[in-house]
């Protein structure tokens, strides 16, 4: 079973397994210097080295068919701009010496290639703001023609039986294109050794710590405030995981904060009009990526032109705990997706559709609406379906849907107006263009939010007597209780990193 993904191939008995974690020593690392390749491609291709540049890259990049002919996400909500699938592994390339495997602190053991970092590069269609979109690694997801399993083992599914790394990556895409709605119009994959030697080429990089951090696995040793890390110090500090209070969660702020870091050194003028250096991040990073073949580096920085290190946002996809489950009677650690709520996560990134902010909102007595229960409490769809009643609205029978985290209004292409007169009533709920439902649904999730009812007109008059018309009451929807699933922390709002001074945990 040295072939298959790392979550069904049995564990080593002779290797001592830490405590909570469980994982092998290749899976401390956190591998992921695309973004970096990205960037730097994007910004010196679009300089003065731009004809010096392109041919460099051209003709040290390696091409494989990673998009093929895979059709587009079923709710591709963002128009023109670009999503990039930047991908970190624990592939070495074959020409890696032994004094470079040691010096990265790590050992090829022949098992699969996983993907233990992925992180969608979601570039605005002007190209002046970007948003870095985590996917946890052991996210628990459909995978097409496998099933469910983590993340991580979907390019090794998709290498196996010939496949290669361009059945890899194509399996990897469509498992993350069924997971968000977004298209992934790019690939970009980078090796452990790639992400050493551009952070070699690019030199220190600043970091600020609120406290110190310490990690014997991952070999993190850093006090509090500032410090500049080499190449070595960087990859142990994006490694870790052990001692943070949310694990891999936490180490995803470690990734997007550092890459942010890393931007700024990168856009830096520095950098930028020091040609030796150019010439030296532009050579460590041919030599160590991998893109699908409809990757044009002049294309690319032509979008990425007016990028500004301040423009760019971190995010990971909502989630809603790391539960431990029993799939053939054995323990695995998880990260619970929240998938009802993607549709809404996406839509933040991307912002509302042109067509919903120009409606004007109908009359509730023309709108049919459906209550949906994500909430996790009984009866609450029930009583929203109650208060819209009591507001004018057509209410179908309440329904029940996957735990979410978010509140929606999900609306068909040609129903924006009626989404807009319900999310007038419920406040903070998302409006979410969707081909998944064919009237308004509103789905209730975890937050709490609800329909509010009608206020009543104030007349002045005083307490009924006693047998008096007494003016009606619309029921309340029940207030999520304690035993009621709270989503665990999952950094699902957007983040700004790399402003000067900004520290983490």
Sequence with gaps: MTNAPEET???????AVPPRHG???????????ALAGVLTMAVLLGGGYAAYAYNLLTSSVTKVDAIGSAPPAKDDVDGRAMNILLVGDDHRPDNATPEQLAELSTESDG???????????HIAADGRS??????????????????????????????????????????????????SGLTIDHYVRVSLLGFYEIVKQLGPVNVCLNQAAQDPFSGVDLPAGPSKLDAKQALSFVRQRHGLPNGDLDRQVRQQYFLSQEARKILSAGTLLNPVKTTKIISAIGGSVETDQGLDMLTLASQMSNLRPSNIKSATIPILGTPTIYPNGSALSIVEVDTAGMPAFVQSLVGEPPAFTKAKAADAASVSVTVSNGSGVTG?????????????????????????????????VGMEAQAKAVVAVVPGAVPVQSTAVQGITLVLGTDGKTPT????????????????????????APKPSEEAAEPSPSSTAVHEYGQDGACIN
């Design 453 to 476: 009812a009608a206020a009543e007109p104030d007349s002045g008059a005083s307490t009924p007597a006693d047998g008096g018309d007494q003016p009606s009451q619309q029921p309340e």
């Design 23 to 33: 994982r092998r020593k290749r899976h401390w690392g956190f591998l992921f210097p």
């Design 130 to 179: 970007a948003t870095m979109i985590s996917f946890p690694r052991d996210s628990y997801v459909d995978i097409p023609g496998v099933g469910k399993g983590k993340l991580n083992s979907a390019f090794s599914y998709g290498s196996m039986n010939g496949g290669g790394d361009t059945g890899g990556a194509q399996k990897l895409i469509a498992t993350i294109q069924g997971l």
């Design 380 to 412: 609450a769809a029930a009583a929203a379906s109650a208060v819209l009643t009591g507001r004018g609205f057509q209410v179908g029978a309440p329904g029940s849907s996957d735990t979410t985290a978010t509140t929606m209004v999900q609306y068909p």
């Design 9 to 15: 191939r049995p564990r080593r008995a002779d290797r």
């Design 111 to 121: 098992g699969a290639t996983n993907t233990d970092t992925m992180i969608v590069l």
